[in-house]
């Protein structure tokens, strides 16, 4: 049968245009012509095929003379796309490396990620030669003997330090999973919080203010959260040759042995508190004024850094104020009290009676539920701890060991409320960049893998922060725009696509015309 044209939509979106032949019940691909993103390059591609079919090519063997006038498409190369990846490549100095191969995987991965071997059908689409696969594997190898993560993050911190903020550090930890049947050394079976009995690895991510990446970290799947924290700083300090600086952390990271580590260092931290704690460290502010509150107060108090601490303030109305030398045995810690958090906070206690009164009931059957207490006699409402947890709706805690005089209560929520730079961070990671090394099994090649994510996050908070535009519609905006190359009578004939209104708003925010 003879050739024709077929039009296949990719994993990316694309259109593809194969001229393929039947043999037999099957489809046989002859040639592939390209990848069209937008309906000229589609209309480009399928007038090459056509022409292509006419004139009879000599590698589909059709025995007929080739026509002189033919148009022929040469080359499509997304050259505004890698223009801007290499400039922000450039720019945050990771050129230094000297290794074409490191660029094409990181490159692929702001692109489209996926596994290493379909690398090379990403990156040939956008117009990029791809190095052998043999030679992305050799690369493997050599990001953990040379220690490409040592410069990425030594050219991330001076980005970092030139620009930004980096006397406040952000820190949190992330699960990433395999399908595996079995554990190893590194992929374990540990806490999930999608519930997963899969082997995985725990990453902590250390971040700037605004989200930029400057350390990460790979630990074993049932490592605790707790104690990733302290290797994670102190290589950070080791490093950067830091002693001062404030950490951030959510409650997940409050230990009393991360506390003390941290301020043994000489570090200033400042993590959140858990709920249970409100009432031993508001117990003063609950003697002299009840549990009212008013939308945004905050109280500036002490808690006890050991559970055995005794705590007495209530001989003096004024709310105690922490000081190191007097009080040694406590921290500071700021509370604050939120009108739409107590709403959110009651509908949650609200739902999680009914469960219980279900439960007790009968309607559900659980092992364990929140607000049931269980006795000789059968099952019946925890009436007390409800109306405990009802007098704490609307509070949130914050732990540190910044005296008042240096930093303000409010100023301990706002540092707080940064981390959601980390968190926004990991979801790019785990989105855009798919972070999940599942294409990996050994632990060189998972730290290699990490690797590479962590510079191309990198590249993608800078270009982020520099245009307004995720990394996601930086690419779907700039990747169409193709330069198509072809020939005509003997002649090549260089088109370039025209500017979106996006397209120009992110060049013009990049300085790039």
């Not at 990316?12 to 099957?26: C, L, Y």
């Not at 858990?274 to 117990?283: H, N, S, Y």
């Not at 006890?304 to 500071?332: A, Y």
Request: hydrophobic share 40%; proline share 3%; aromatic share 6%.
């Amino acid at each position: 049968m003879s050739p024709f044209l077929r039009k296949v939509t990719t994993a990316s979106g694309a259109t593809a245009v194969q001229v393929v032949a039947k043999e037999g019940r099957r489809n046989k691909i002859l040639e592939h012509l390209g990848s069209a993103h937008t309906e000229a390059e589609l209309a480009v591609l399928m007038r090459a095929g056509r022409d292509k079919l006419n004139a009879g090519q000599e590698t589909l063997d059709l025995g007929l003379e080739q026509d002189p006038q033919a148009a022929v498409v040469r080359s499509m190369r997304s050259r505004l796309l890698l223009d801007v990846l290499q400039a922000t490549w450039r720019g945050l100095g990771f050129d230094a490396l000297e290794d074409e191969a490191f660029f094409q995987l990181v490159a692929a991965r702001l692109i489209f990620p996926t596994s290493m071997l379909d690398s090379a059908r990403v990156l040939s689409e956008v117009g990029i030669d791809p190095v052998h696969r043999s030679t992305m594997k050799r690369c493997l190898t050599r990001i953990q003997q040379c220690k490409y993560r040592d410069q990425i993050a030594k050219n991330c911190f001076e980005h970092a330090s030139t620009s930004g903020d980096i006397s406040l550090v952000l820190y949190d930890v992330t699960t990433l999973y395999f399908e595996a049947e079995h554990e190893d050394e590194l992929r374990k079976v540990g806490y999930s919080k999608e519930r997963r009995v899969d082997p995985q690895i725990v990453v902590g991510l250390l971040v700037d203010r605004g989200g930029f990446p400057l350390e990460i970290g790979c630990f074993e799947g049932n490592k605790a959260e707790t104690t990733t924290i302290v290797p994670i700083i102190q290589q950070f300090q080791a490093r950067h040759g830091l002693a001062d600086m404030v950490v951030v952390a959510d409650a997940g990271m409050l230990s009393t042995a991360n506390l003390t580590a941290l301020n043994e260092a000489g570090l200033r931290f400042i993590v959140g508190s858990r709920q249970v704690k409100a009432p031993g460290d508001l117990a003063h502010h609950f003697h002299w004024n009840g549990d009212a509150f008013t939308d945004g107060q905050l109280i500036d108090t002490i808690t006890p850094r050991h559970g055995n601490t005794k705590t007495d303030t209530k001989q003096h109305r004024r709310e105690p104020v922490w000081d190191p030398t007097e009080h040694p045995g406590h921290w500071r810690a700021v509370w604050a009290f939120s009108k739409k958090r107590a709403t959110r906070d009651g509908h949650t206690l609200t739902a999680q009676e009914n469960r219980a009164r279900a439960v007790i009931d009968g309607d559900v059957t659980v092992k364990s539920t929140r607000f049931v207490k269980t006795t000789a006699a059968g099952r019946s409402l925890d009436e007390a701890s409800l109306k405990r947890a009802r007098s704490l709706v609307g509070l949130k805690g914050y732990v540190t060991n910044i005296p008042a005089t240096v930093m303000s209560a409010a100023e301990v929520l706002s540092s707080y409320h940064d981390l959601w730079q980390v968190e926004q961070s990991f979801r790019m990671s785990k989105t855009d960049l798919q972070a999940r090394p599942m294409f990996h099994r050994q632990r060189d090649a998972i730290e290699a893998h990490l690797t590479i994510v962590f510079t191309a996050l990198a590249m993608a908070r800078l270009l982020q922060a520099q245009t307004g535009f995720s990394i996601r519609k930086i690419i779907r905006t700039l990747r169409p725009l193709q330069d198509v190359t072809i020939t005509l009578a003997g002649q090549d004939i260089t088109a370039k696509a025209e500017l979106t209104d996006d397209a120009r708003t992110i060049l013009k925010a990049l300085k790039m015309t």
